[in-house]
DNA sequence: ATAAACGTAACTAAAATGGTTACGTATTAA
DNA sequence: TTAATACGTAACCATTTTAGTTACGTTTAT
């Protein structure tokens, strides 16, 4: 699979955010992570747009959290960095016309997927960023 | 994400198997996926090495399903093929030793991610390859 | 013996991923 | 008002992963 760490790097990104309780730059943050600043502006970026965080630009900017670590769930990160991207993607030769299988396969399969998928992601609802801030 | 369509495909394959209900070359197998040979047969061997298929060599040999379909979960053949894959990874940048956070977090990710992958592994043992077989 | 089929190593092409440099824009503080 | 600082983003690169392919050895039915 190696799927990416996006969402990881996010969470990361997210509790350090809370930890510190105060405004961090991407260069701070991608200290802790690191890696790049601009991975990590990249990351932040996404996570601004879905409103999780507040980005302040010019000099004495920095990150910060948009909401509070109680109201943000792991979920509410998944879907800011990993929107367009199923956990286990149908493969995507092209179908063999002829082939019952082939032309409904995806089909039939896409169902379960989606319905785990969906168990998958109401447990990452369970789960708020200060229940993993506690633990640090 | 992009992960790899391996499970797709083996659920084609498997499907096909179910389907035909009789001894299926990895050629013939290849046209109805639309791709080559060995790709199926290095899937394949992952299957029969779970004990999922039969591999017979030789002339007139191929492929047929080991169990019947109505014993044969999906996550039987998700376990046969990404047994080491995580749906989510961890991000592996090194820590940064000075920050609690950097040190932590992936240790109190970890425990929701696996959570959340048994969740998700649990919804496809209740599919079984019939049921999938019954829809084509 | 020969043909047919699996098993597997080795290689290639294409895509994804993370990282890096560079630079424009915005904002603050002196 | 100017200099310094920090985000936003485009462009590029290196590495890794993935699927596909060729090739060839081994097995087995006829």
Redesign the pocket.
């Known amino acids: ?6 969402f990881s790097m996010a969470v990361h990104i997210m509790t350090a955010l809370a930890f510190m309780g105060e405004k961090m ?3 701070v943050l991608s200290n802790t992570v690191n ?5 990590i ?2 990351l ?2 996404e996570l ?1 747009r879905a409103g999780l965080v507040r ?9 910060s959290l948009a909401r509070s670590a109680k109201s943000i769930s792991l979920l509410d990160i998944f879907r800011a960095v990993m929107s367009d991207t199923e956990l286990v993607p149908l ?1 995507e ?1 092209p179908e063999y016309r002829k082939c019952a299988v082939s032309c409904k396969v995806r089909g039939a399969l896409c169902v379960h997927l989606d319905r785990a998928q969906n168990v998958y992601e109401r447990e990452l609802k369970k789960v708020m960023l200060a229940d993993i801030e506690k633990t640090m």
């Open positions: 699979m190696t799927s990416s760490s996006r730059t991407s260069e890696t790049n600043p601009v991975v502006r990249r932040l970026g601004a980005a302040e630009r010019g000099k004495s900017g920095g990150f493969h030769n």
